[in-house]
C-alpha cells in the first residue's frame, strides 16, 4: 500500500485533495489504533499518515502535500532529507554505525563541533557526556550529576515546566495530569512560580511586581524555616516551550542564576528545545547574559532526526565514577557525523541570521492577531513561536478554539501543534532554514484559521469556550 514517491521540486505550496484523513491514511491510522499504543499522541490531532518529507514540506500516503511547521517537534532543524545531511548519515553508514562510548573519528568531531558553539568563557572547562538518545534521558543524568556532585536530594523545578516522561524528567515537569498515574513520584522535587506574566501565578503585574517569583523562590531558599533544603540544582527552561511558548523575563533569569551562584547551587538549563539555533543564538541562554553549570541538548543535535542526546557541564562537577550513567545507543556514529556536518553547515550558510530574520517576520506577520478578541497573547523567540487563545470575558483558556484553529490549519495545508494549559496555545517550531516566501504562506494560512474560527465562536465567554 506504499504510495507513489513524488518529486519534492515540485512541491511549491501546500496542495490537499478532499477530506482528512484520506482513504489511505484513514487505513493505517485504523491499523495503528488496533495495533499500537494507546500512549500516542501526534496522530490524534494530525490524522494523516506519511509518506515522503523534503525541507519544510511533507506529504501524506495519499498526495496530499502540508508545510510542516513541527518539524519533529523540533527535531529536524534543517529540515527533512537535507541531501548534505542525508549524503554524511549514508557514508557513515556505510562505515561505522554504533560504537558505545568507543573515541571515533565521528564523535571526536561532533564534540568539537557542540564546544565550538559555546560561548569562549565556557569552552575550555566544560565537559561532554553522552546519554541515551533521548531529551529526558539527559534531563536524568543532569539531575544524577548534581546529586553526585553536591551529595544533596531535593531538586527545584518551575511551575508549567516539560522535561520528559520518564520517571525523573516526568517528575520535574509540571503537569499535573501526567503525573497521576504515576503516584509517589520523585521525593524532594519543588515547584516555584516560571515568568509567565500573561497568566501570573502570583496574580501580579509586570510593572510593579519587581520579579517576585524569582523573590518566592529565594526567600524559600533563605529560610530556614521554609521547608526546602538547599537543592541539588535548579532545573530551568529559558523558553517553556511544552508549557506555552512562553520565554522567561531578563530580569527572572538573572536573579536565579545570581541566587542559585550565591548558594552554591548548580543551574541545569534544559535546551533540548531551545538549543542548537532553535532562538537565534546556538543556546537560548546565550541571550540573557548567563553561564549555566549544565545544559542539557538533544532533539535538534543531529540536525536530521537521528536521536542523540548529551550534557555539557562544568569540570568541577565531574565526580562521575566509570559507568555512573551509561546508556548502550549513545554512539550513535549517524547522529555524531551528521552534527557535524549540520553545524558546518549552520555556520557556513549563517542559518542562525535566518532565524532571527524569519522570527521578525512572524512577529510583523501574526501582529494582525493581536486585535482579535479571542488571542490574548502573541509570543515567540527565534523560530519558536505560540499563539495564546483565550475567551474575551474571563480569559479561560479557550482549548476548543485552538483545537478547531489546529484542524482549520491542517485542512489548508499547515501542520501546527497545540501546548501550554489545556493545548489553547497554537504552537509552530518552523525548520531554521525556513524560507521567507514559506513562512508568509504559513503565517497567512494561520491568521485565517485564527479568524476564522474566532468569528465562528462568536462572543461564547461559558465552558464551551475553553473546553
Known amino acids: 500500500m506504499t504510495a507513489q514517491l513524488t518529486d519534492p521540486a515540485t512541491w511549491t505550496g501546500p496542495r490537499i485533495h478532499g477530506d482528512l484523513p484520506g482513504p489511505r491514511s484513514a487505513e493505517l491510522l485504523a491499523r495503528q489504533e488496533l495495533r499500537e499504543s494507546n500512549a500516542r499522541t501526534y496522530p490524534r490531532r494530525i490524522p494523516i499518515a506519511l509518506a515522503e518529507a523534503s525541507g519544510p514540506w511533507v506529504r501524506d500516503v495519499d498526495g496530499n502535500v502540508f508545510i510542516d511547521f513541527l518539524a519533529g517537534a523540533g527535531v529536524l532543524s534543517l529540515g527533512h532529507s537535507h541531501p548534505a545531511l542525508v549524503a554524511t548519515a549514508a557514508r557513515q553508514l556505510g562505515s561505522l554505525a554504533h560504537g558505545l562510548d568507543f573515541p571515533t573519528p565521528a564523535k571526536d568531531a561532533?564534540?568539537?563541533?557542540?564546544?565550538?558553539?559555546?560561548?569562549?568563557?565556557?569552552?575550555?572547562?566544560?565537559k561532554v557526556h553522552m546519554c541515551g538518545p533521548t531529551g529526558a534521558n539527559a534531563v536524568d543524568a543532569?539531575?544524577?550529576?548534581?546529586?553526585?556532585?553536591t551529595g544533596r536530594g531535593d531538586v527545584v523545578s518551575f511551575q508549567g515546566a516539560f522535561h520528559g516522561s520518564s520517571h525523573a524528567?516526568?517528575?520535574?515537569?509540571?503537569?499535573?495530569?501526567?503525573?497521576?498515574?504515576?503516584?509517589?513520584?520523585?521525593?524532594?522535587?519543588?515547584?516555584?512560580?516560571?515568568?509567565?506574566?500573561?497568566?501570573?501565578?502570583?496574580?501580579?503585574?509586570?510593572?510593579?511586581?519587581?520579579?517576585?517569583?524569582?523573590?518566592?523562590?529565594?526567600?524559600?531558599?533563605?529560610?530556614?524555616?521554609?521547608g526546602v533544603a538547599a537543592p541539588a540544582a535548579v532545573v530551568m527552561e529559558l523558553v517553556q516551550g511544552e508549557g506555552g511558548v512562553i520565554p522567561a523575563r531578563p530580569e527572572f533569569v538573572t536573579r536565579v542564576r545570581e541566587i542559585t551562584r550565591e548558594l552554591g547551587i548548580p543551574l541545569v538549563v534544559d535546551e533540548v528545545q531551545t538549543g542548537c539555533g532553535r532562538t537565534g543564538t546556538w543556546f537560548a541562554f546565550e541571550q540573557?547574559?548567563?553561564?549555566?553549570?549544565?545544559?542539557?541538548?538533544?532533539k535538534a543535535l543531529s540536525g536530521i532526526g537521528t536521536p542523540v542526546a548529551m550534557i555539557l557541564y562544568d569540570e568541577r562537577l565531574d565526580t562521575w565514577a566509570?559507568?555512573?550513567?551509561?546508556?548502550?545507543?549513545?554512539?550513535?556514529?549517524?547522529?555524531?557525523a551528521a552534527g557535524a556536518e549540520a553545524v558546518r553547515i549552520i555556520h557556513d550558510e549563517d542559518v542562525l541570521a535566518n532565524v532571527r530574520a524569519r522570527g521578525a517576520q512572524f512577529a510583523d506577520r501574526l501582529a494582525a492577531l493581536r486585535g482579535c478578541p479571542w488571542v490574548r497573547e502573541?509570543?515567540?523567540?527565534?523560530?519558536?513561536?505560540?499563539?495564546?487563545l483565550a475567551a474575551p470575558g474571563d480569559g479561560r483558556p479557550a482549548s476548543a478554539l485552538a483545537a478547531a484553529v489546529q484542524q482549520h490549519a491542517l485542512r489548508r495545508g499547515l501542520i501546527v501543534e497545540l501546548g501550554g494549559r489545556d493545548d489553547c496555545v497554537v504552537r509552530m517550531l518552523p525548520p531554521l532554514n525556513v524560507t521567507e516566501d514559506v513562512v508568509d504562506t504559513a503565517c497567512t494560512l494561520l491568521v485565517s484559521a485564527v479568524e476564522e474560527c474566532a468569528a465562528a465562536h462568536g462572543s461564547v465567554t461559558g465552558p464551551a469556550a475553553g473546553r
Open 288 to 298: 540573557y547574559g548567563i553561564e549555566p553549570d549544565v545544559i542539557v541538548a538533544s
Open 110 to 126: 561532533f564534540v568539537e563541533a557542540q564546544l565550538s558553539m559555546l560561548p569562549p568563557a565556557l569552552r575550555d572547562r566544560m
Open 322 to 336: 566509570p559507568g555512573a550513567h551509561t546508556g548502550t545507543f549513545r554512539g550513535n556514529q549517524l547522529a555524531f
Open 169 to 226: 524528567a516526568m517528575a520535574l515537569t509540571g503537569l499535573v495530569a501526567q503525573k497521576q498515574p504515576v503516584p509517589n513520584g520523585m521525593p524532594g522535587t519543588h515547584f516555584f512560580p516560571y515568568s509567565y506574566c500573561t497568566r501570573c501565578p502570583l496574580a501580579l503585574s509586570p510593572e510593579t511586581c519587581e520579579t517576585n517569583c524569582v523573590a518566592l523562590l529565594e526567600r524559600s531558599l533563605r529560610d530556614g524555616n521554609g
Open 378 to 388: 502573541v509570543r515567540g523567540l527565534g523560530l519558536m513561536w505560540g499563539v495564546e
Open 142 to 149: 543532569a539531575v544524577k550529576l548534581c546529586k553526585t556532585a
